[in-house]
């Protein structure tokens, strides 16, 4: 049955079926802002508070002490290892150690980002820096490890390898400094090399070599392996947002999820010919394995309990094993031959000059996707890009955002405007359209030909309101994900109160936002800009013409306070992009309503058409 303007049975159709999905989208984000996030929040601070005593009782620890390591190798053989001293790393912007037994990376902190707010982040080494890999006997250790793999009794290095420091080498690893070499020999003839160094980002270089002085050839593959334990303590698993293995092979991207890994009976990836580059994603830190774009080899990411596949679902409360991994081609070693690879290793902050400019120098295809620019990818980058630069060029977070806020509404005013036009256009005619329903309400063919004859005549369409509209959902989408996912908003401050943009407004409302001394539950924590964008929500509603259908125009009446308690869970720095942008708008729009003939529009009235006319009585 084809579509007929304003007829009574199709608006109230449309008005229950806005209604409808205005409600399954209110309880879908009701739970998980209201359940699930505080669940998960409370999940996230046991585990902070359990790495947080580890980290204290490590910390009166030697630093020669025995390190109990267990873990899986590439063919999911599990060991231990032995006593080992560990070699400090001092890089630019990370800092931690690893051991000479094993050899893994196994301990970084990034020296730019603490766990909590702290001013004196970058300045400050004895504040809670965030840990991008961890020890094994942290509560969910993560490493990055290398060796090689052999068929038959050939002896290679695994975990339990006590490397030494070669002559000449390094005592320390750091940005500048000659690289770290770690040597072993198997006592069969055959002598491995570590080669690792660090640049001034976070970038690492791992070189592996082989020297065969046997009587025969051996046949050998490299490996590399990001891997962790557990998911991170501040996982949320919001649709919005990829955490977990993130890979770009062969000219194509995958980014499995840790639930995809854990309910799959076997190696979720599994590529035998890739090209390009694998690791572990989050929200705002990446490890990543980078071969050279022009070797092959095989990737895998696989999650694995114990020896056995998950298979079982994603289940916080076991040690769940992720894991990516590479695997060179075999090389064939001939006696008094010798054979190498190189591997880079992305381990740090997702910045994006840092990556591109990796890109460039080493080849790498497509590493700017570590950044979760989402499906609207096109729009999002280069938002992404102009807020980074507003970030440099104003030196405030806050500012760059309301300077972009402003960017965007130049840019959308075409759009707006005719928005706002088509509507006060469709205002003019609605009293004809009321007289022409009236006259033809028993005749539905000459309504509707009489409808369109009016609507050819004034030029006007229904719908010319709502394309500006649906236009620019793509364009808050894509806000709304760099405002997710930029680094450079968490921990930042916004003048006032606001300490990190990255988090939700600290204040409530239900305490007189900290006059009375009470903390209220989660779901009452509406803070002071959730109201000022409340309070703009309405005005804005105000000085719009109102809907011609009374249902809908209740449902848009109601709209701000919805929004704004589920808003009220979002990063405060989105709250203050779209507040600002209600208040350009709302300026906007009451300046177009005066140019087409609403002389009585008043910014503190509202709009003519709402105020309420007193009937005298006869």
């Known amino acids: 049955m084809a579509f007929q303007p304003n007829d009574p049975n199709a608006a109230r159709d449309r008005a229950n079926m806005m209604m409808a999905v205005v409600i399954s989208l209110f309880i879908l984000l009701g739970f998980h802002f209201f359940v699930e996030m505080p669940r998960q929040e409370k999940l996230a601070a046991a585990a902070r508070d359990k790495a947080q005593q580890e980290k204290s009782v490590d910390a009166m620890t030697p630093a020669a002490k025995p390190v109990a390591a267990t873990g899986d190798t590439p063919d999911g053989e599990v060991v231990a290892a032995a006593s080992a001293i560990r070699i400090p790393i001092k890089g630019a912007r990370v800092s931690g150690s690893f051991p000479t037994t094993g050899g893994r990376i196994d301990d970084l902190t990034l020296n730019e980002h ?35 793999l052999a068929e038959g009794n050939v002896k290679v290095p695994n975990e339990q390898t006590v490397w030494s420091l070669a002559p000449g080498s390094a005592g320390e690893l750091g940005t500048g400094k000659g690289p770290v070499t770690l040597q072993w020999d198997n006592g069969e003839g055959l002598r491995f090399e570590r080669n690792i160094s660090i640049d001034e980002n976070f970038l690492f270089t791992i070189k592996q ?46 980014a499995p999820g840790y639930s995809d890994l854990a309910e799959s009976r076997a190696d979720w990836l599994l590529i035998d010919k890739a090209k390009g580059w694998i690791g572990i994603t989050e929200k705002y830190w990446m490890v990543a394995l980078l071969p050279d774009p022009a070797m092959e080899f095989k990737a895998r990411a696989v999650c694995k309990l114990g020896k056995n596949d998950c298979a079982g679902g994603l289940d916080k409360s076991q040690p769940q094993h992720f894991q990516t991994d590479i695997r ?31 890109q460039d120098k080493y080849k790498f295809d497509k590493l700017e996707l570590g950044i979760d620019f989402g499906i609207y990818y096109i729009i999002t980058k280069p938002f992404y890009y102009i807020l980074h630069y507003l970030f440099k060029m104003t030196g405030s977070v806050g500012m760059g955002i ?19 036009r088509s509507m006060a256009k469709m205002k003019v005619i609605a009293p004809r359209l009321k007289e022409l329903q009236e006259k033809y309400k028993d005749d539905k063919t000459k309504l509707q030909t009489e409808i369109y004859e009016l609507y050819r005549t004034e030029n006007a369409n229904p719908f010319s309101g709502c394309w500006p509209i649906i236009v620019q959902i793509p364009i808050i989408f894509a806000l709304y994900k760099v405002i997710l996912i930029s680094v450079d908003l968490r921990h930042a401050p916004f003048p006032g109160w606001i300490k990190d943009l990255s988090a939700p407004d600290p204040t409530s409302l239900f305490n007189l936002f900290g006059l009375i001394p009470w903390t209220p539950p989660h779901a009452l924590m509406i803070g002071a800009w959730p109201v000022l964008f409340c309070l703009t929500m309405i005005l804005q509603k105000r000085i719009t013409p109102p809907m011609a259908d009374a249902t809908q ?22 709250i203050i992009y779209w507040t600002w942008s209600n208040v350009l708008s709302i300026f906007q729009q009451y300046y177009i309503l005066k140019k087409v003939g609403g002389e009585n529009t008043s910014l503190i009235r509202g709009h003519a058409d709402r105020r309420k006319k007193k009937v005298k009585p006869e």
């Open 553 to 574: 125009e209740r449902l848009q009446t109601w709209f701000p306070y919805i929004a704004t308690v589920m808003m009220a869970q979002f990063a405060v720095g989105l």
């Open 209 to 254: 070599s082989v020297r065969n002085s046997g009587a025969s050839e051996v046949k050998l593959r490299a490996y590399h392996a990001v891997a962790r334990r557990g998911v991170p303590p501040d996982f949320t698993g919001f649709y919005t947002l990829h955490e977990g293995p993130i890979a770009y092979l062969n000219q194509k991207e995958h």
């Open 114 to 148: 603490c766990m909590q707010v702290d001013e004196t982040c970058k300045t400050n080494p004895a504040a809670d820096h965030v840990a991008l890999l961890k020890k094994d006997d942290a509560a969910q250790p993560a490493y990055i490890d290398s060796g090689w």
């Open 402 to 420: 309301l300077l972009m806020t402003v960017i965007v509404r130049i840019v959308v005013f075409p759009l707006a405007s005719k928005s706002f």
């Open 328 to 358: 060179t081609d075999e090389f064939t070693i001939p006696a008094g031959g010798e054979a190498s690879e190189v591997t880079y290793v992305y381990a740090g902050v997702k910045n994006l000059d840092v990556m591109r400019a990796y």
